[in-house]
């Protein structure tokens, strides 16, 4: 199970920090990822960290977003700066096994707007 938490509204320029909480999987094992997914347009990757800790970003947050994890809390966090209303929408954190097995959380809303 995934579990988001940290979404909300926030103005342009601001901050905030996601984290998606992970139970019954092997934590460690896992690439984990932030999805996004705005009214209208297809679920795209914005983040992902492999198990040893490689990060990939999409171009458009490159710079702004960073995503890590801690194996010790079984938790991904995906830190955001500098938010444009382009961000808005419903965040979700993804665990792959990378062998057929992913799981999906339940999406948080990241709005920004002034």
């Known amino acids: 199970q995934l579990v988001e938490s940290g979404g909300g509204l926030v103005q342009p320029g601001g901050s905030l920090t996601l984290s998606c909480s992970a139970s019954?999987?092997?934590?460690?094992?896992?690439?984990m990822g932030w999805y996004r997914q705005a009214p209208g347009k297809q679920r795209e990757l914005v983040a992902s960290i492999t198990r040893g800790g490689s990060t990939n970003y999409e171009d458009s947050v490159k710079g702004r977003f960073t995503i890590s994890r801690d194996n010790a809390k079984n938790t991904v966090y995906l830190q955001m700066n500098s938010l444009k209303p382009e961000d808005t929408a419903v965040y979700y954190c993804n665990a792959d096994s990378l062998r057929g097995i992913t799981y999906w959380g339940q999406g948080t809303q990241v709005t920004v707007s002034s």
């Open positions: 019954g999987i092997i934590f460690s094992a896992y690439a």
